[in-house]
């Protein structure tokens, strides 16, 4: 190839790469609450919850998932981890509920209730949910939700 028809393919190249840039636009990062999370059968020396979450796409294009992972710490300390081969579809400007069971190991759950135990109230004590939906035409999503979570006194009434 002559020096010419390299500069000219060089330029070809780059111009196709710039256009492609522009077809990828900024995102806006998926908006994530979780709404509810409820006891499932559990085995052995591990429990088992479903967590529900609310997963809002304020984007103008669609999300579509073919998996999802979730890790949930509570003060500060590792507590469930789940994943769900589910498939969905979160359409432009759209929300989903999706639940996905959790397992809490034995050491886990022994290693919260000792942080709890120190505790004076278990009232806002902060969760930090991380989690990523898998597949799409954009690869993963990766999302982070954090808050507060408010417990029941050992021995409120109605507990």
């Given at each position: 190839?002559?020096a010419?028809?390299?500069?000219?393919?060089?330029i070809?190249?780059?111009?196709?790469?710039?256009?492609?840039c522009?077809?990828?636009?900024p995102?806006?990062?998926?908006?994530?609450?979780?709404i509810?999370?409820?006891?499932?059968?559990?085995?052995?020396?591990?429990?088992?919850?479903?967590v529900?979450?609310?997963?809002?796409?304020?984007?103008?294009?669609?999300?579509?998932?073919n998996?999802i992972?979730?890790?949930l710490?509570?003060?500060?300390?590792?507590?469930a981890?789940?994943?769900?081969?589910?498939?969905?579809?979160?359409?432009?400007?759209?929300?989903?509920?999706?639940?996905?069971?959790?397992?809490?190991?034995?050491?886990a759950?022994?290693?919260?209730?000792?942080g709890?135990?120190?505790?004076?109230?278990?009232?806002?004590l902060?969760?930090?949910?991380?989690?990523?939906?898998?597949?799409?035409?954009?690869g993963t999503?990766?999302?982070?939700d954090k808050?507060?979570?408010?417990l029941?006194?050992?021995?409120?009434?109605?507990?």
């Open positions: 190839m002559t010419r028809t390299l500069r000219l393919c060089f070809l190249l780059l111009a196709t790469g710039l256009n492609a522009a077809l990828f636009q995102r806006d990062p998926l908006n994530i609450s979780v509810g999370i409820e006891p499932l059968p559990g085995q052995e020396l591990e429990l088992r919850m479903a529900k979450i609310r997963v809002q796409n304020p984007n103008e294009s669609a999300v579509d998932f998996g992972a979730l890790n710490e509570v003060n500060d300390q590792p507590l981890a789940g994943v769900s081969d589910q498939r969905g579809h979160i359409g432009r400007y759209d929300e989903e509920v999706i639940v996905v069971p959790v397992s809490i190991t034995a050491f759950f022994l290693r919260q209730a000792y709890l135990s120190r505790l004076e109230t278990l009232q806002g902060p969760y930090v949910l991380r989690g990523k939906l898998a597949g799409g035409p954009f999503v990766r999302f982070t808050g507060t979570l408010d029941p006194q050992a021995g409120a009434s109605g507990w």
